[in-house]
Each structure stands twice: as structure tokens, then as C-alpha cells.
């Protein structure tokens, strides 16, 4: 069955489409945090961040499919439940964020975040990190791999396990620094910096104590915007509702997807409103799908399950938890280089020895693989492939995270 | 109610973003073809196309509320419904189109495209028409109005209605040669031609026989490939599947989005097994939302209601009808100077004379304005905004047709 599907898909698909596992798995049913195969097997889902309220949340598929027997249209009309959406959302930030644009995906968001920075400061070099992911369009991805377009430059990600500075927050705000003033000197007009909060495709470093609040300093002196990309960082991951609250700055922009529509395609970028009114004018942006009463039941019903489950309350006691357990298996480990975490976001460094702190990929992907078969599913990710990342869907529970630590024992024992 | 909800929009999602006619409409309810607004009046649906099928249809709202309780997760697990939903759609291609790449939006299908054509040539110059639309990003958006990216080229789109050419094929193919060996001389490799295989957006003009085919030829001969955008002008809207039968050419590559998912963010790029894997290799393209099984029972469900309810055959037969109507009631109006139609797809240049040629866009808005006081949505567009565009869903029946020629007297008349 595996196989045919799997053919039928490089045909379908071609090949070179990404699949999880060494074995990919077929998942026909999903329900809280477990996902099951074609086959009956349960797995104890600790990857997806999407289904934030869990698999096929009985309010979410209620209150969607109500909205689809009464009206899916685009926004040339006027519709209440999107605008109090949109208040929903802009008031669980901090008070400058006041306005949004409602698109369907991360990447569309991180677009809208460009343009405004740009629209808003009449600039266009952009400062974003060095092995971040934002998205797939043409402009977005050029902010997740090196390019050879001078508005757009990087600086080595912040983070203190391999920093070998002896104050790492002043060697990454030099390198800022200097990126900065490179744009001045190639007269290249500066529109700000774009960064997830967490940094979690860097692998969910810890960011040296002051880094991004002096960041968004020097970015403000130069004219230029502070946008934070919340699209993995943000509601509630963190035990906080934004990454940038952990991080400890402030953005102008804030650019959300994700978890926020529970995979209904949703995302939004917010900020003060003159900033989205410098958008607006200068695009006459318009989405299709965006903004409709749709969008608006799946955001608005992921909010409800938020304050209905108190899910942000889950979220610190089982990730402290589930940290803690990490944290005792892992202490004597000699291939446990550091576990970082905030919230129900944990990486685990997969390294050759402590000592080396070389990245091992292969070997996290074997960890990856062996849980799996255990019935666990996490990930590998970060700037080496070597960070097993633990993200599960926020209504993980204190059981869970008591199964997935005796499994994480039984694999680190050989 | 209207203007406190209108000045609530204005501070959420900023001054500026899009809305239809002088008095907004409110819609809360849609059923079929009609639009009901807050206070219980019914409008007749002749806009738009993302409810193809009708608004609300109990088959889509059933099929995709069922899958939304079952499992709705990202692509990196293999899940049939997807592949099934793939092999459907480019089985209703011609026989080139093999594998799709799915996305959620005609914009992101359209980068997929461009990313396509330049990955598999390994060329970046882009030829487009000069009034276009083809979606909101960065790099879309340079194929939507002239741009300074000495990549992305237009041509005067090629009509028949204002050219004064003795040939117009001929004329606008000289201005396609130009264009290409523009290229040539500024060292840009070429990768292709982007169109909408209708020019919907250029206001649906007749196009000079023999144009697009001639085109793909000067295209291929080029090294490039020709790219139909079938997000307006696809699924049915000119009754027949795809834009292209009508214009008559065969593209490399087709991008579909709008009315296949029925308003659940839904769009695809389709092209040669090759082409796809040319793509799939050069940038190993992830969309979290898109392949879902969710997205999969939205198009399947819209294919059953294609196949179940006859909806090329309405198509046709109102479509045919409607034109009919509209041009016995435009044949002698001063205003109306052309009248061209596909299926349920029908644009009239509303001008100043008949002589002039002159659009009148003002004119054609108030037409808007006033057939939405008699209870028919319809819109304007095209170059110059003054063709009335009638594009309603497909379920349109005889007897709404007979309705809306009535209001169409009546707004005529005076």
C-alpha cells in the first residue's frame, strides 16, 4: 500500500516533493495529539504546530463547516467576523500594533511585512538572519539562503552554544552593525530587519540576553522597521503568546500563519496603523481568499479553544515538565550537546561529542527515525539538521509528555 | 449598521483596502447564485467565479466539513485523496500535462510557474501583456504593470477591438518578436511567455486569431515555455475546461486556482512530468497548507458537482443564451461598443460613442452601481476599467439570466 501510494505520488507530485521518515507514513486520521496510519497504528504527534488546539478540534471543525453552509466570499463586501477577528489578534500584542492584512499563507505575510517596510521607509535593504526559512516566493526565500541580491544580507544567527566571543551579544550586534552601514555606504536605502523571534529554524539557539532589543535600536536609528516573523514562534508556543515576549523586544511588524487558523490557510500581519495604511496605499494589495468569513470562524474558533482549554496554562506546566524530563535524560549524554526550550519548543542539540559540539544530522535523524517507530513524532531541524525539535500541538498533557520521556530514555540508552 | 461596520474596517484593517460599489454591500448569507445582505435583500450573484458551483453547496460544505473532523495535515506524510485530486485535474488537460504542484493561492501558483520555467530553460526573462493581473507578490506583481526589472517585458495585449492594424495577428506577433529579441540583445536568456489564456483582466478581448498559437511557436523556438494562467479564464468558465481550447494553443504550463477549491484556499501549477521535477529539484518547494487532504476534498468535491450537475452543458446553453440577450439589448446603445463573450464569461466596452471608441469607465461604474440597486452583482475591469464583466457562478440558470436582460433593459434605457 505504502509503496504504490508513494509511486502514485512521484508520478503525481515528481519527484523530489518533501515526505517525512525513512519509511514515509500514511496518516489517515488525526484526533488531540495522536495521528493514525493506514494501518490502525497510533502515533503521539510532537511535531505539527499547525493543529495548535489539536487534530480535528470538535469547535474549530464546527464552527468552520457552520461558516461554509453560509457564506464564503472574498472581502470586496463588508463582514463583521473578520474585523473582530482582526481585533482578536491585534489585541493580544503589545499596543502598537493596531492594524492588519489578512493573506493565506507565512510566505504571503512575510510579503505583505516586505512590502510594508519598504512602502513605509522608502528603503529596500533588508537585514534578516543566516539560515532562517520565511517562506517560498521569489522575494521571501531570498531571505532563507544566501543570494546575490544586495538589498537583502544576512547576518550570522545570534546564539551562544558555538559563539566563541567572549561576549556574544556585542560580536552579533557588530556584525549588525556592519551590515547595517554597508548598506549606507553601497547607497542602498535601509527598510529594516526581518527575523523569527525564536529563531527557530536556526535551530531555537538561545539568543544572547539583549541582543534583539539592542537590535531593534540600531535598526530604528537607521530608519529602519523591526519586523518579528511569528509564523512558528508565536500563539502560545512559547508559554508566552508571541516569540518576541521571550526574546524580550518590541517589533513594528508582526507576521503570523501557522498555528493561527488551525489549517484552515490563514495568516496576518499586523501593525501600527500608519504603517498598514503605508501598505495599503502603496499596493492596493488584494487576496482572494483572505479576509473572509471563513478565515474568520477558523482564527476566531483557535482563540476560543485558547481561552476555553486555557491552553496557555498547558502549555508552561507540561513544557516545563517535559524540559525537565529532557533535561534529566540528557544531562550525561555524551551526544546531548544542549537542550534549549520556551514553552512546548524544545531542541536538543545532536552532537558528535560535548566536547566538539560538532552537529551530527545523520544521527539525529536516526533518533528522529527510532522514535517514530516507537510511536513518537518529532523532527530534525536547525542550521546543521541536527536539532531534534520537539514541537507538539499545545494540548499535550502531562501524559504524553510522561510516555515520550520514557521512550526518549529508551532510545538515548543506545 | 453599514457605516459603523465600514469605519470599524477602516481602523482594522487600515484606510485603503478593496471594497465594491459607492454604498458597500454587507453579505451575510449566500445560497446557489444568490447573495443575501443584513437586511434580508437578495442580489443575484453575476461576479464571482470562486463559488463556481454555487454558493454554500451542500456537496462541498459536506465533503470538506467531513474531512475537516477526519485529518488535515501538511504533505510530508503521503495521503491519498491528494493524488487522486491530482490525477483528476490534469487528466483534464491535454495529454502534456502530467504533475501538478499544489499551493493555496493563484499567486503562489503562479511563482511556481515563473520558478518552473526558469529552473527547466535556465533562463530569466519573462514575457507578459501589458495590462495584466496575476496575483500580489514581489515578483507576480512585476507581471502586473510595468516594472523596471529589465526581466519581465510586456506586449500590448493583443485585441482586435481598438488595433488599427490591417493585420492585427501580424501585429502584435511583431511586437512578441521584439520583445523576445529584446532579450537576445541585452544578454537575459530567455524562460518564457505568461498569459491568461483569456486576457481577463486586459478586459476579455477578442483575440487576433491565430495569436497565441503563433506565440507559443516564436516561445518555443526561443528555448522558452508558455505559461497559461487559467485562474479567471479555467474550470469551465468559457464552457470549455480550460481558457486555452478557446484561444486555441497548448501551454507548457498551466496555473489554476480561484474556482477549484470553491473558496477553500486552493490553486495549482500543472505541467509535463519534467518540468515539475525540473522545479521540484531546483528548489525543494515545501507549502504547509497546500496538498492537504483538506484542499483535496474541496476539488474533488467542486469535480462531483461538475460531473453530477451537467455544469459544462449549463454553461454553455445559458451562456449562450445571456450573450444573445445582451447583445439584442446592446445592439443599437450608443455606449455599448463591443459585447465578447465566452460561456458565463461576458465583457461589454462601455464608451463614450461607438464611433470614438472612447472608454468610459466612469459610465460603466455607475451601470455597476445601478444593476446592484435592481439586485444583480456584476463588476468592472479591463485596461481601461470600463468593461462591465459579468462572471457569474455556473449554476446560473435560464430564468436568472431572463432576470438580469430585464434589469439590463432597464438600466440601458435610461
Not at 461558516?67 to 482578536?88: D, K
Not at 517560498?136 to 531571505?143: E, I, K, P
Not at 551579544?169 to 523569527?196: N, Q, R, W, Y
Not at 529532557?326 to 531542541?347: A, M, N, T, Y
Request: hydrophobic content about 40%; glycine content about 10%; proline content about 5%.
Amino acid at each position: 500500500m505504502e509503496n504504490q501510494l508513494l509511486a502514485q505520488r512521484q508520478r503525481v507530485f515528481g519527484q523530489g516533493s518533501a515526505l517525512f521518515y525513512a519509511e514515509p507514513l500514511t496518516i489517515i486520521r488525526g484526533e488531540g495529539v495522536e495521528l493514525f496510519d493506514d494501518a490502525g497504528k497510533r502515533f503521539i504527534d510532537m511535531y505539527n504546530n499547525v493543529p495548535c488546539v489539536g487534530h480535528s478540534h470538535p469547535h474549530v471543525v464546527s464552527e468552520v463547516s457552520k461558516q461554509l453552509g453560509q457564506l464564503n466570499v472574498h472581502s470586496r463586501y463588508l463582514h463583521e467576523s473578520i474585523l473582530r477577528y482582526g481585533e482578536r489578534l491585534t489585541s493580544l500584542h503589545h499596543s502598537g500594533i493596531e492594524s492588519v492584512v489578512f493573506s493565506c499563507t507565512g510566505t504571503e505575510a512575510n510579503e505583505v511585512a516586505l512590502m510594508t517596510a519598504r512602502a513605509h521607509t522608502g528603503g529596500v535593504g533588508i537585514v534578516c538572519t543566516d539560515a532562517a526559512y520565511h517562506g517560498n516566493s521569489f522575494a521571501v526565500r531570498q531571505l532563507s539562503r544566501p543570494s546575490n541580491n544586495p538589498h537583502v544580507r544576512s547576518i550570522p544567527f545570534p546564539e551562544s552554544y558555538r559563539c566563541e566571543a567572549t561576549n556574544p551579544c556585542d560580536f552579533f550586534i557588530e556584525k549588525l552593525e556592519e551590515t547595517i552601514s554597508g548598506f549606507a555606504e553601497d547607497d542602498i536605502p535601509f527598510a529594516g530587519m526581518l527575523v523569527c523571534s525564536l529563531l527557530a529554524n536556526e535551530g531555537l539557539p538561545n539568543i544572547p540576553e539583549g541582543f534583539m532589543s539592542k537590535a531593534v535600536e540600531l535598526v530604528h536609528r537607521a530608519g529602519g522597521v523591526m519586523i518579528a516573523d511569528e509564523v512558528q514562534a508565536g500563539l502560545g508556543r512559547s508559554g508566552h503568546w508571541w516569540g518576541y515576549e521571550v526574546s524580550d523586544f518590541i517589533p513594528d511588524i508582526v507576521v503570523m500563519g501557522k498555528p493561527i487558523g488551525a489549517g484552515i490557510p490563514l495568516a496576518a500581519t499586523a501593525a501600527s496603523r500608519e504603517l498598514v495604511e503605508s501598505f495599503r496605499k502603496s499596493t492596493r494589495y488584494f487576496n482572494t481568499f483572505a479576509s473572509s468569513p471563513v478565515q474568520a470562524a477558523a482564527g476566531n474558533a483557535v482563540l476560543d479553544v485558547f481561552e476555553n482549554e486555557n491552553l496557555l496554562e498547558n502549555v508552561n506546566k507540561v513544557g516545563i515538565q517535559l524540559a525537565a524530563g529532557i533535561r534529566e535524560l540528557g544531562s550525561d549524554h555524551p551526544q546531548v550537546g544542549d537542550i534549549r526550550s520556551h514553552g512546548l519548543f524544545i531542541g536538543i542539540e545532536w552532537v558528535k561529542s560535548s566536547d566538539s559540539k560538532e552537529p551530527d544530522a545523520r544521527g539525529a535523524v536516526v533518533k528522529v527515525n527510532e522514535l517514530k517507530e516507537l510511536g513518537f513524532l518529532i523532527g530534525n531541524a536547525g542550521a546543521y539538521g541536527n536539532v531534534l525539535k520537539i514541537r507538539p500541538p499545545l494540548v499535550f498533557s502531562m501524559k504524553n509528555a510522561e510516555d515520550f520521556l520514557q521512550a526518549l530514555g529508551h532510545v538515548l540508552a543506545h
